[in-house]
């Protein structure tokens, strides 16, 4: 009874602070913070906060998070619908995502802006609402199939989040052939009984025309291929002469020597560096970037277009750069023995590896020659000889130097592995190659981020000078959240990895954890939890600092050919540093500022989730190559349907189904993360090194399926039944201890 009166006083108390703020979501954890809850009464503040969902006197909005139900609320947000036909608003302004059934998508496509309605408070469940109105449309175009009946002629989509096919007129088609890859316009949809029309802009070719798989994704993210002829024209106007004015109060660095080192394949080269030692023993490092923002004048045409691009997009098969193809790989190329305009940051380092000066100005530089990384790396070897072989030399030990020191500061430095896809004449894959990180990338990796800093930190003086915050734009990356640290302490101790959970994490931690994994069979998997725990790092006006780098001030200098905000830096930095009204129309620029954040973090978001799905597709292409073959493969996760397997040599992953599992009846241990045999008592767990066989590839759905051989990790080298086994059907006295679990 007594329990009883506690909970109802708890109750109230509880409804009082939801009910300040009506459909707010709240973490219990700050709710029960607020009433001052004792550790030895958690369990009834728990009692109390579940009961209350269970009643409907509040919603359980999220793991954890709590809200007084407010009826009728429209919210406005992004839609991201499911392959499955459902979908999730996301409301960034309350960080809430709301409910959305497919019957309720009403017209809107997967990542339109909408309006949706919340409907009133169900008992215990999420906020669920319906799309009242599409706020805006995500994409203009779209790619599919082009189909023909003796009626009527509609595209079935590429994209299957796009569950609707889009009816074409006769006189709308381009006189497209059934069965062509075409790109429709969205036109219009009014209705959600009826199906969207749309109009064939461009006929693509037949469906294994070369690209035409990456192009799809491409559009699906609304990520245009081509610039539009007036974009191109205008960027076609742009002098490639350099004029006396134009060298006129520019640093002139054409004596010093400085190259570039980038991949064998680029054609663009943004970045050049060079390395003197001065007389009093300290080193003067200069880090020269392309001077894009001489060339791009802001509002222009080609500047509108960049800041809707964002950056440019790195697919398997391509580069969609976010410039015309004349001003990046041409006019603000750093190409050899050539003169060019470029930005340079140049860094006074002591022996302690501080920077005591810093130079940020408008330079022309001249460099002296172009090497790709693995030429500079075998120089460095001593495996080529060059005449620049000393400059190489230096600068990678001192590179080594900057590093460590920003890893004793508490950088972190997972260094995830990447593949490479080496594709025939026709863009399929033939062979998947790891891709190899040397000490050139990490060379130029040091200097890029010594940049990306100091001109930061030179912001910062500044304003301390002035006495005023000067609008600047960050690349900051926020703390990891409380929850997603408890699903990496949970995950970790699954592993039976030892660790001292923080009360207030810092990069130290990572680092701790990395060294001590260092090596072993989990590190991989370890590094890619780890990094997923972690914050996304996004663009601000506001600066927070940078955890992963350990960084208190850091922006992005180094790169304005392929992102807007490195554009929009060095327009701040010429303005601040070189000109006469440095504080002028502060206020406007620091709204501008505040949209190119957004809009850079939103499109460098899609540029990542598109690199991902055109790799996907080509290790869906490869796999397909190699159905009945074997592969050894590391348990990368288990879920209570079945165990993801990610093939060693080429990053690979796919599912064993837990139907497929035949040799016992198998049981997901969530605790653990692991399968366990009822019977046999036999584990399949998180980092477990397998064999495994490729079943099934469906490329419409983006799945492949495994069939278990071997766990190699376990000590009896248990081999499990052969694929004929799969579809057997069990003993009876096995189909007898099935019903005697079901019955439990």
Not at 302 to 326: K, N, T, W
Not at 417 to 423: M, Y
């Amino acid at each position: 009874m007594k329990k009883t009166k506690k909970v109802a006083e708890l109750q109230k108390a509880i409804l009082n602070i939801l009910k300040k703020n009506p459909g707010v979501p709240v973490n219990r954890l700050d709710i029960s913070n607020a009433m001052g809850m004792r550790k030895q009464d958690f369990h009834l503040f728990m009692d109390s906060i579940v009961g209350l969902a269970k009643e409907g006197q509040i919603i359980h909005v999220r793991k954890r998070h709590y809200a007084f139900p407010q009826k009728s609320k429209q919210w406005i947000g992004e839609l991201r619908v499911t392959r499955s036909g459902f979908g999730f608003v996301y409301v960034e302004s309350e960080d809430i995502e709301i409910f959305v059934s497919q019957p309720n998508l009403n017209t809107a496509f997967d990542r339109d802006i909408v309006e949706v309605q919340l409907y009133s408070a169900s008992r215990g469940k999420r906020l669920e609402g319906f799309v009242k109105k599409i706020a805006k449309r995500f994409r203009k175009y779209i790619v599919g199939t082009y189909h023909k009946t003796e009626y009527y002629a509609y595209v079935v989509p590429d994209d299957q989040k796009i569950t609707r096919d889009i009816l074409v007129h006769e006189d709308n088609s381009l006189s497209a052939q059934p069965e062509q890859k075409v790109l429709v316009s969205f036109d219009r949809w009014e209705k959600n009984q009826h199906n969207p029309e749309g109009t064939v802009v461009e006929i693509l070719g037949d469906a294994d025309t070369p690209g035409i798989d990456v192009v799809s994704v491409a559009y699906s993210y609304n990520i245009p291929v081509k610039f539009e002829e007036r974009v191109e024209k205008e960027a076609g106007t742009v002098s490639s002469e350099i004029e006396k004015k134009d060298i006129d109060n520019r640093l002139d660095l054409r004596d010093t020597i400085c190259f570039t080192i980038d991949p064998v394949d680029a054609k663009d080269f943004d970045d050049a560096v060079s390395l003197e030692k001065l007389d009093n023993g300290h080193w003067r490092l200069g880090v020269h970037i392309a001077d894009v923002s001489h060339y791009v004048r802001e509002g222009s045409l080609v500047d509108e277009e960049a800041l809707r691009r964002g950056s440019s997009v790195y697919l398997v098969d391509r580069v969609i750069p976010m410039l015309p193809e004349y001003l990046s790989n041409e006019l603000c190329s750093l190409k050899p023995d050539t003169d060019r305009l470029t930005f340079s940051c140049v860094m006074e380092l002591d022996n302690n590896l501080t920077v005591v000066k810093t130079i940020i100005s408008p330079s022309v530089i001249h460099s002296a020659r172009r090497f790709n990384y693995q030429e500079a790396q075998q120089i460095i070897n001593g495996e080529i000889n060059d005449p620049l072989r000393d400059n190489l030399l230096v600068m990678d030990a001192l590179a080594k130097k900057l590093s460590k020191k920003r890893y004793e500061k508490g950088g972190i430095d997972f260094e995830t592995p990447e593949v490479r896809f080496v594709l025939d004449e026709k863009g399929k894959p033939v062979d998947i190659l790891p891709r190899e990180r040397l000490g050139t990338h990490k060379l130029i990796e040091e200097f890029m981020l010594a940049a990306n800093q100091a001109v930061t930190v030179e912001v910062k003086k500044l304003s301390k000078q002035l006495r005023l915050k000067l609008p600047f734009i960050y690349r900051i990356h926020e703390n990891p959240s409380p929850d997603k640290m408890q699903k990496l302490y949970e995950f970790l101790h699954a592993l039976q990895i030892k660790f001292k959970p923080q009360t207030s994490v810092s990069p130290k931690f990572f680092q701790k954890l990395h060294n001590s994994i260092r090596g072993t069979k989990e590190e991989l998997l370890v590094q890619e939890v780890t990094l997923r725990s972690m914050m996304k790092a996004i663009y601000s006006e506001k600066n927070i600092g940078h955890f992963g780098l350990a960084f208190t001030d850091y922006s992005h200098f180094t790169s304005p050919i392929r992102r807007y905000p490195d554009l929009t830096v060095h327009r701040l930095l010429k303005k601040y540093f070189n000109s006469d009204k440095p504080t002028e129309g502060l206020t406007k620029v620091s709204q501008k500022i505040e949209k190119i954040a957004r809009q850079s973090s939103k499109t460098e978001r899609l540029a990542v989730e598109a690199e991902r799905e055109s790799i996907k597709i080509k290790q869906l292409e490869y796999i397909q190559k190699h159905l009945g073959e074997e592969f050894t493969g590391i348990v990368s996760g288990v879920m209570s349907f079945g165990v993801f397997i990610e093939l060693q040599d080429n990053l690979i992953e796919g599912l064993v189904a837990v139907a497929s599992l035949t040799d016992d009846f198998y049981i997901f241990d969530d605790k653990t993360y692991s399968m366990i045999g009822r019977d046999t008592e036999n584990m399949i767990r998180l980092a477990d090194e397998v064999r495994v066989r490729v079943d099934n590839v469906d490329l419409e759905k983006k799945k492949i399926d495994f069939i278990l051989l071997e766990n190699i990790s376990d000590r009896k080298k248990r081999v499990l039944p052969d694929l004929s086994m799969r579809h057997a059907k069990p003993s009876g006295k096995a189909r007898n201890k099935r019903r005697k679990l079901h019955k439990r």
